[in-house]
């Protein structure tokens, strides 16, 4: 049972384009989702994330969308440049900290190459 | 400011060896995690603490043990090594209201 899903294994766009990346999720407890970004032989680094209460954030070049009816949300980056070649996972969290310390679950990933 | 080390980085393991993959972390984090990640797919949570002292399963717990003595450090084992452990292992560590922070992970190959 694959509750959060990134249905595009790898993505290519041209510098300075716009980079969309998609995640979808089936668990309607949800309320929190995250963007991670992870280069070969590093761990995940965070991105940026949003709250179920909110339907936008942005940070800069990254702007996260939420579509709660339609149990999904993505990720914008504009201007795409070189460096932000990398595998991109989405998450997601019930917020349950005080039992189950607000853990994750993790979409598959989606490979970002970014061509100069 | 190290954040969060994971030792070793690389290793091979024979089939029905043991180990422990080592995490800590020095941001006074009281939740850490352990996931893993095989090739094209996500990171699935094996074990998971919210402080010292408890554990809990996560998703794929089968084939490994915990502990969580310190605040600082949450020790991964595997008692008896078989081929389907083969993955990259990553530790990570936050406090609430707070994304979680990664290590780089453990490569583990058992052959």
């Known amino acids: 049972d694959q509750q959060v899903k990134q249905n595009s294994p790898s993505l290519s766009v041209q510098e300075g384009r716009i980079s969309i990346l998609n995640c979808d999720y089936t668990n309607s407890m949800f309320d929190y989702f995250l963007w991670y970004k992870k280069y070969p032989a590093e761990g995940p680094t965070f991105l940026i994330s949003i709250s179920s209460i909110k339907d936008k954030n942005e940070d800069g070049r990254f702007t996260v969308f939420l579509n709660k009816s339609a149990k999904h949300l993505s990720l914008h980056i504009v201007p795409s440049q070189p460096g932000d070649s990398a595998v991109y996972f989405c998450a997601a969290s019930d917020g349950s900290w005080e039992t189950s310390g607000s853990r994750l679950t993790f979409g598959e990933g989606t490979q970002l190459t970014v061509n100069p | 400011n190290a954040g969060v080390t994971q030792t070793p980085k690389f290793r091979i393991l024979k089939i029905g060896q043991s180990m422990t993959l080592q995490c800590t972390q020095d941001m006074n984090h009281n939740y850490m995690y352990w996931y893993r990640q095989d090739p094209g797919m996500g990171l699935k949570l094996i074990y998971y603490s919210v402080g010292a002292g408890i554990t809990d399963k996560g998703e794929v717990p089968n084939g490994y043990n915990v502990s969580r003595s310190t605040t600082e450090d949450f020790p991964l084992r595997l008692e008896l090594a078989a081929p389907s452990q083969t993955s990259v292992y990553f530790c990570?560590?936050?406090?609430?209201?707070?994304?979680?922070?990664f290590g780089d992970g453990t490569r583990l190959s058992i052959l």
């Open positions: 990570a560590s936050t406090v609430s209201n707070q994304p979680q922070h």
